[in-house]
């Protein structure tokens, strides 16, 4: 367990933690790589327990919770919740009950989507879970109380991509399925609301339309921890290629295998972290708060 550190220097040189339902946080870990090529990363996908996307608000509140008490007690500077129905379930509980900085995902991309709508006509894609919380709703209101939102539920596409399946008939239909209705409404932007939708940004272009953006707030979300870090003043500063690594509370030859598709990079090594593990560490986090 790492002793929390207050000196920013010190703070610098720690990782930055990302965690997800699954693998579709794989999309942002792979932009915030890009964007911030200096910066440690570790990764934890909560495979054992997906898809959050139809859980209750209290699950999924408990799962962000340990994990991110978890990370905190391995060391980390910053966490970054790349999944949209933990963010909009648990962030503002999370803030409140961690020190460390936390960032969402579902700000970040409805900022871009309110700065590119040129009708102030907005989709959001997103899971159940997602849609029911109204967090893309309130995000987008908060910025343009004028703005339309269209939600549309895609219950199962996650699971889809997750499984590693992004071409299938099946996979067409379900999209086909989902984007008519969200169509009928003429938004000029959509967001991705999802971190696994990217992988099938191709189709859920043709079939919106070309004159549809597309938002992938991935792309935000790196910004956003770029901003964070420099704002904090724990950014690193050396000229050096940063290092990243993999946990996963369920099977580690499927996460290696079906993960690099979504990291568009090899993952290397990969350790399963135990569900028993994360509680001992949120009753010891709780302890600590409490002592």
Not at 37 to 42: G, L, T
Not at 62 to 69: P, V
Not at 77 to 90: D, G, I, N, Q
Not at 185 to 213: E, F, N, S, W
Request: proline residues 5%.
């Amino acid at each position: 367990m790492t002793r929390p550190l207050t000196d920013t220097r010190d703070l610098s040189a720690l990782p930055i933690g990302v965690f997800d339902s699954g693998m579709g946080g794989l999309t942002v870990l792979h932009e915030c790589l890009v964007a911030l090529p200096s910066e440690d990363f570790i990764y934890v996908g909560d495979t054992a327990r997906f898809p959050y996307g139809e859980k209750t608000k209290e699950e999924l509140e408990r799962y962000a919770t340990q994990i991110a008490a978890f990370l905190e007690c391995t060391g980390v500077k910053l966490l970054v919740v790349a999944c949209f129905s933990a963010t909009a379930a648990a962030l503002p509980a999370l803030q409140a009950r961690f020190s460390t900085p936390i960032v969402g995902v579902v700000m970040p991309g409805a900022r871009a989507a309110v700065q590119s709508s040129r009708y102030r006509r907005i989709g959001v894609l997103a899971t159940e879970a997602t849609v029911a919380s109204g967090s893309y709703e309130r995000a987008i209101h908060g910025l343009d109380v004028a703005a339309e939102v269209h939600q549309q539920a895609c219950p199962k596409l996650a699971t889809f991509i997750q499984e590693g399946d992004v071409a299938s008939q099946e996979v067409v239909d379900a999209v086909r399925r989902y984007t008519a209705p969200l169509k009928e409404k003429r938004p000029d932007v959509v967001i991705m609301g999802c971190t696994h939708y990217p992988l099938v940004a191709p189709m859920l272009q043709r079939l919106l339309g070309r004159d549809v953006t597309l938002v992938n707030p991935a792309l935000e979300i790196a910004r956003e921890v770029g901003d964070v870090l420099a704002r904090q003043g724990i950014a690193r500063q050396e000229d050096r290629e940063g290092e990243y690594s993999f946990l996963c509370t369920g099977d580690v030859e499927t996460f290696r295998a079906v993960g690099a598709r979504f990291l568009q990079m090899p993952l290397g090594e990969v350790r399963q972290v135990g569900l028993d593990e994360l509680a001992a560490c949120e009753a010891a986090h709780d302890a600590r708060g409490t002592a």
